[in-house]
């Protein structure tokens, strides 16, 4: 398919196959194994930094989006927007914005009869309706990635510092880089299959709910 | 383990905690009071708003 001469463009892909990406106006999947390009550029140098922040940014991503996404329950589910001119009629609000208020669930409480407990016939208990926020029923528990470790091995390739003359002379910049290190094949013919991997490993732990939460919970109570 | 279904309410006499499981109080479960003989159950008129709360909930904890 990719029979003309290869050269590599900015983004990793081979020229001719960005070309038959313009022709075709599909998107056009280059065989990694197969491209010594790629292979090449796999073997460039990484610098350190890149190497570690890379998963912890997808870690941090990854927590983002869990509680974004409980927010958001809890925001529709436990709560119900009040229009700002309704709630400024109501509560005589001056700050310009919509309001949330709970969603109440109605439960039934049952006490004995304590004035007749004494009777040798039992009278039936008393029933009494409480309204109680939803969100104080539902096991809300924030969970977040609390370890993680990254494992990988490299071969150092160059090490440079130097002094930052900007702010403070005493100050150095130093960088380190290299290879990301593999179980390379004896084989030269089979080194397009090295394996280089960087294993990442996680735990997640349950979080405490957040201080806003409690004190909503906790002035619920009070009522 | 992560997942504890169980949350506590403050018994509306004493003041003491109800520990109370969603699930079960919407399958038309009563709990007591640690303290006093007080039991709370869900009114019937609020099983559909716990309900797709719980529903919602579920679909939130299957997405982590």
Do not use: W
């Amino acid at each position: 398919m990719f029979s003309k001469k290869r050269e590599p463009s900015s983004f990793g892909r081979t020229q001719d196959a960005a070309d038959y990406n313009n022709e075709k106006d599909e998107i056009a999947l280059v065989d990694v194994g197969k491209n010594d390009q790629n292979i090449k550029q796999q073997d460039s140098e990484i610098d350190l930094e890149s190497l570690v922040a890379a998963p912890m940014i997808a870690v941090s991503k990854a927590n983002a989006t869990m509680l974004s996404g409980q927010v958001q329950f809890i925001l529709d589910y436990c709560f119900r927007k009040v229009p700002y001119e309704l709630s400024k009629a109501e509560n005589n609000l001056t700050i310009g914005s919509d309001c949330y208020e709970a969603i109440m669930i109605s439960i039934v409480v049952m006490r004995p009869n304590i004035e007749e407990k004494d009777l040798p016939v039992k009278s039936a208990p008393i029933e009494s309706i409480v309204p109680i926020p939803i969100i104080s029923l539902l096991p809300i528990n924030s969970i977040g990635i609390d370890k993680m470790k990254v494992d990988f091995s490299m071969e150092i390739t160059s090490i440079s510092s130097a002094k930052d003359h900007s702010q403070n002379p005493q100050n150095r910049k130093s960088s380190l880089s290299g290879k990301l290190g593999g179980d390379k094949s004896k084989d030269e013919e089979e080194q397009s299959k090295s394996n280089k991997s960087i294993d990442v490993s996680v735990e997640a732990t349950k979080l405490p709910l957040p201080n806003g939460l409690l004190n909503i919970i906790e002035l619920f109570s009070k009522i | 383990m992560l997942e504890n279904t169980t949350t506590s309410i403050k018994c509306p006499d004493c003041g003491n905690d109800i520990l109370i499981n969603a699930y079960q109080l919407l399958g038309g479960a009563s709990f007591n009071c640690t303290n006093c003989p007080v039991v709370v159950s869900l009114s019937t008129e609020s099983k559909p708003t716990l309900d797709k709360a719980i529903s919602e909930f579920d679909k939130l904890k299957n997405k982590k």
